[in-house]
């Protein structure tokens, strides 16, 4: 049974491959996914769910967040952690409590992540890790999904699925962690053209987004400007 941080519908909106933890299998299991009606349908409605987690994530904790957990975690110990965390749970569907603490029981050094020792690790560290491994692969799903429409959108989707992908993408990207921003406004501008200057020149001069969101969309206008200006 799915955990409090993965919920029913979630899952249902998350198929495989969207929902594999490992970028490498989920990059090459989505490439050679063909984009018939059926994927096209199923990749727009997992876009929208994880637009919509991604966009509460930063609504709740802004442009960074560490999930509570100590640095430690995400920089000397990452890559051992961040190998075992996939191993234990491949997909979005095995991030549970059970799983997470059976991980956290069998691989996490208390004392070296923490600097505390604990016979079995408390309940808010399996909740902060399990929050932590279930956005690693939302963030990671949408980061997938952006690409396979930049791919299959010039040739495949028809005009009202490419506006539909287009809209979505424009609401959020405000709204998004910067991470993300870089992935999604170089995908406005594939499906939609220097038709949106306006709203990439919108995003650059807004003060209350992230400097590196502002840049990468003060980029993405002047790349529309260079392509109208007189050879």
């Keep these: 049974m799915a955990g409090p941080w993965v919920a029913p519908e979630m899952l249902a909106a998350v198929p495989v491959p969207w929902r594999l933890a490992d970028p490498v299998e989920r990059g090459k299991a989505t490439s050679e996914l063909p984009p018939d009606p059926l994927h096209r349908v199923e990749a727009l409605t997992a876009l929208q769910t994880c637009l919509g987690y991604l966009v509460d994530v930063r609504d709740r904790y802004g442009d960074e967040t560490d999930w509570g957990l100590p640095k430690a975690f995400f920089d000397d110990y990452w890559f051992i952690l ?28 208390s004392e070296d992540v923490f600097g505390v020792t604990w016979t079995t690790p408390p309940d808010e560290v399996i909740d902060s890790i ?10 990671g799903a ?3 999904l952006v690409r396979w429409f930049r791919g299959v959108g010039p040739d495949q989707l028809d005009d009202s699925e490419r506006a539909r992908v287009v809209n979505l993408l424009k609401e959020a990207t405000p709204r998004l962690q910067w991470r993300l ?16 200057k306006g709203y990439f020149d919108r995003l650059a ?11 990468e969309a003060e980029s993405v206008s002047a790349f529309i400007d260079r392509q109208h200006e007189p050879i």
């Design 130 to 139: 399990g929050r932590s491994w279930a956005f690693f692969i939302l963030q």
């Design 181 to 196: 921003t870089i992935v999604t406004i170089p995908a406005i501008l594939d499906l939609d053209g220097s038709e949106e």
């Design 205 to 215: 001069n807004d003060p209350g987004l992230h400097e590196k969101t502002r840049a």
């Design 82 to 109: 961040y190998t075992r965390l996939k191993q234990s749970m491949p997909t979005l569907a095995d991030v549970t409590p059970e799983k997470v603490r059976a991980w956290a029981d069998a691989y996490l050094d």
């Design 142 to 144: 949408t980061e997938s």
